[in-house]
């Protein structure tokens, strides 16, 4: 049964951190390329970063850019995002997902909340 759990949402100030964690089940987490999403009330989910297999390349939204960090610890099964210099426009529910072929598979989400 495949699964993908994500955790270490909450609620935090602007300007704080966060690190999400997504552990994976179920399937070969290291053939799978990952990324995790959000969503906004009201908006749709967007793509906030995406690494390869072996982590050795990443992207993301220019929204986050240079304050994310993706990461993945293949041993583990593990997906992680790094937060920093949260901003209130980032409260969403985080989603991990991986994608290869045709098989696609999404995480329960995690919510994050950047409030004072």
């Known amino acids: 049964q495949v699964q993908l759990v994500e955790s270490g949402g909450g609620l935090v100030q602007p300007g704080g951190s966060l690190r999400l964690s997504c552990a994976a089940s179920?399937?070969?987490?290291?053939?799978?390329?990952m990324s995790w999403y959000r969503q906004a009330p009201g908006k749709e989910r967007e793509l906030v970063a995406t690494?390869?297999?072996?982590?050795?390349?990443?992207n993301s939204a220019n929204s986050v850019k240079g304050r994310f960090t993706i990461s993945r610890d293949n041993a583990k099964n593990t997906l992680y995002l790094q937060m920093n210099s949260l901003k209130p426009d980032d409260t969403a529910v985080y989603y991990c997902?991986?994608?290869?072929?045709?098989?696609?598979?999404w995480g329960q989400g995690t919510q994050v909340t950047v409030s004072s």
């Open positions: 179920g399937f070969t987490f290291s053939r799978y390329p």
């Open positions: 690494i390869t297999t072996a982590g050795g390349t990443t």
């Open positions: 997902h991986a994608k290869r072929s045709w098989y696609d598979y």
